[in-house]
Every structure is written in structure tokens, then in C-alpha cells.
């Protein structure tokens, strides 16, 4: 057994020597920072280890410099759009030139990320549907698009952050909405939506079937044009969605959501500690998260709802990365984004 001077000394010089580490190591952290910022970690984005990176469309979608309350409008000009190059960094582009790389033959997927989610951490977030997406994809081409929204944490108590995200997720909605009405009718489009991302994808369904979000929702002219062409019906798949549980209940909150899509898939997971609070959202007693019980549903809509119980897999934890790790939600994620798949 080790002495108590030995074991002593051993401390005090792995200290010293975590110390020198630390100073020599200073430097190189800060102009890591400062390159991050220049260039968000596009690099990890692209992981060639899991397959053809040419056969994989990368785009990034920001609305963090757009309105985020009010009355707002869906300005081109404060959306952000970025493609990743064959270089693996982010080349900017814009609303036209993400529209004309529309393909009927090639499916495209939508992420969008949870609360808390910075810029950097909303791309590592969509690099795991990424590479997922290229474990699964074989020789098919795909468009993956990364919603990128303002989820950075609040200061202050934890409530108000969530109260805030509440409302920043309303109006998310309703510039998905209009981005994806904009898509060619004949595309198929995979949503997956995380936590609130979940929230934004629902009540984007719900505005392109004609209703509204919050007092937002798209003009009668863009719903019949929609409705003239016969868009390909949409799959959503929400993974510890914060929203409640009855919303996709016909005349509720999100009721139209479902009439847009062909399937809807609900994680749900009773151990998720975060979705155990959500009522506490609206004050002492709310409705449940639809990623803690399910989604509540009746009649038709009930055939287009499939439920996945991730307890077991995930447990306590809410966190993406814990999600989509795995294995049923990573098979899903396949079949929700590869359309085509049974």
C-alpha cells in the first residue's frame, strides 16, 4: 500500500505538471475558439468513414438573425443558408439557389435541433442524422438540411428559458412552413425534429394544412397552389417531443398536422427526466409532453401515429445524442428519411 507522503508527492506533481499542460495548451485553445467562429466545425460534419460524401447535399438553414416574436415575415434576406462543399467548410448561399437543387429523385430531410443548442452544437447535432443517414443511404443520393434556430441557453432561471423557447418555437414554425412549401411538390421530405425541434416541426404541419400557429399561418393563395400540385405526402418523426401530448388531437393546438403527412413516428420514454417536467410549463399542473406518454390521438389520425418506447435504450437522460444512438431510433431514422423505405 502506498505510503500517505507518496501518495502526496504523486498529487502534487500531476498537478504541477496538469498546470504546465494547461499553460502550454492556452494558446492553441484560444485560436481554436477564434477559427470556430470563422469557420463552424464543418469539417466533423463530413465523415468519410461512412460513406460517399458526393452523394450527400449538406445544407445549413439559420434563422438566428431573423425575428424571433411579433409579427414577423418570412425575409429571405435574414435567413441564412450555407452549403457544405466538397472542401468539407460552409459556403454561403441562399433561399434560390437551395430551392433549385430540388429533386424528385432524391429525398430530403429536415433536422431540427432542441433547446440550448448554440450554433456549433446545432451542426454536431446534424452531423449524427448525417451519418446515419450515410450508413443507411447504400447508393442513394440525399438531401439533408439542418435547421438551425435560436436555442441558446437564457441566463436566468430555468422556467423563463423554457417559456421563451415556447414562443421562439411558434414562430420557427412558421418560417419551416413557408421553406417547405416552397419545395417542389414532387420532393419527398423526412422531418425529424428533437425536444422543441419536435414542437416547430407539428405546428409547421399544422400551418401548411391551413391552420394557425399562435395567430401565424401561410396565405390562402400558397394553400391552394399547394393543394392544386398534390404535394407528396411528408413522414415526421419526433424524437422526446416538447409538446403536449393532446396536440395532434383533431381541433387541438397542431390538429391539422397529421392531414400532411403519411406517417408520424412519437418516441416515448417515461424515464426522461426533463419530459417529466414539462407541465410545470404552464404552472403547478399541465398537460404531459407527448415524448413522455405519447401522442393522444383519435379516429383516422391514429393510423398515420406510430408510437417507439425508447425507456429501456435511452433511460434518464434527455439528450440527443443519447437518443439517437439508439438502435430502434437509428432504424427508424432510416426509414423516416429514405422515403422509399417500407
Same mark, same amino acid.
Given at each position: ?127 449524427? !442524422? #448525417? &451519418?446515419?443517414?450515410? $450508413?443507411?443511404? /447504400?447508393? *442513394? ?132 427526466? !426533463? #419530459? &417529466?417536467?414539462?407541465? $410545470?410549463?404552464? /404552472?403547478? *399542473? ?57
Amino acid at each position: 500500500m502506498f505510503s500517505h507522503t507518496t501518495v502526496s508527492m504523486g498529487r502534487c506533481g500531476s498537478a504541477a505538471a496538469d498546470n504546465r499542460i494547461r499553460r502550454r495548451f492556452r494558446g492553441l485553445g484560444i485560436a481554436v475558439v477564434a477559427l470556430t467562429a470563422l469557420f463552424p466545425p464543418a469539417a466533423a460534419t463530413a465523415d468519410d468513414s461512412t460513406g460517399d460524401d458526393s452523394r450527400a447535399d449538406v445544407w445549413l438553414v439559420s434563422t438566428r438573425r431573423a425575428a424571433r416574436c411579433g409579427q414577423v415575415d418570412f425575409a429571405a434576406e435574414k435567413i441564412d443558408f450555407h452549403q457544405l462543399g466538397d472542401d468539407h467548410r460552409w459556403h454561403p448561399a441562399d433561399l434560390d439557389s437551395f430551392l433549385r437543387s430540388d429533386d424528385p429523385d432524391v429525398p430530403t430531410a429536415v433536422f431540427v435541433h432542441g433547446n440550448r443548442a448554440g450554433a456549433n452544437t446545432a451542426i454536431r447535432d446534424g452531423e449524427q !442524422v #448525417l &451519418r446515419r443517414m450515410k $450508413r443507411h443511404a /447504400g447508393q *442513394r443520393s440525399f438531401r439533408l438540411a439542418i435547421w438551425s434556430w435560436p436555442g441558446d441557453r437564457i441566463a436566468g432561471r430555468q422556467r423563463r428559458d423554457v417559456k421563451v423557447k415556447a414562443a421562439y418555437s411558434d414562430v420557427q414554425a412558421y418560417y419551416l412552413a413557408e421553406c417547405l412549401h416552397r419545395i417542389e411538390p414532387e420532393v419527398s421530405v423526412g422531418l425529424v425534429g428533437y425536444s422543441f425541434g419536435a414542437r416547430v416541426i407539428t405546428g409547421a404541419l399544422q400551418m401548411l394544412g391551413g391552420g394557425t400557429v399562435a395567430g401565424r399561418g401561410l396565405s390562402a393563395s400558397d394553400l391552394s397552389e399547394e393543394q392544386d400540385a398534390g404535394r407528396t405526402p411528408l413522414r415526421a418523426m419526433l424524437v422526446a417531443a416538447a409538446c403536449d401530448a393532446g396536440w395532434l388531437l383533431p381541433g387541438h393546438r397542431h390538429g391539422l398536422a397529421t392531414s400532411q403527412v403519411e406517417r408520424i413516428l412519437v418516441t416515448r420514454n417515461g424515464c426522461d427526466p !426533463v #419530459l &417529466r417536467w414539462y407541465p $410545470r410549463l404552464y /404552472g403547478r *399542473r399541465g398537460p404531459q409532453a407527448m415524448g413522455y406518454t405519447g401522442a393522444y390521438c383519435c379516429g383516422d389520425s391514429c393510423e398515420r401515429i406510430e408510437h417507439l418506447g425508447v425507456s429501456c435504450s435511452v433511460g434518464r437522460n434527455h439528450d440527443w445524442n443519447c437518443y439517437v444512438r439508439a438502435p430502434a431510433i437509428e432504424r427508424q431514422l432510416a426509414r423516416y428519411t429514405f422515403l422509399n423505405a417500407p
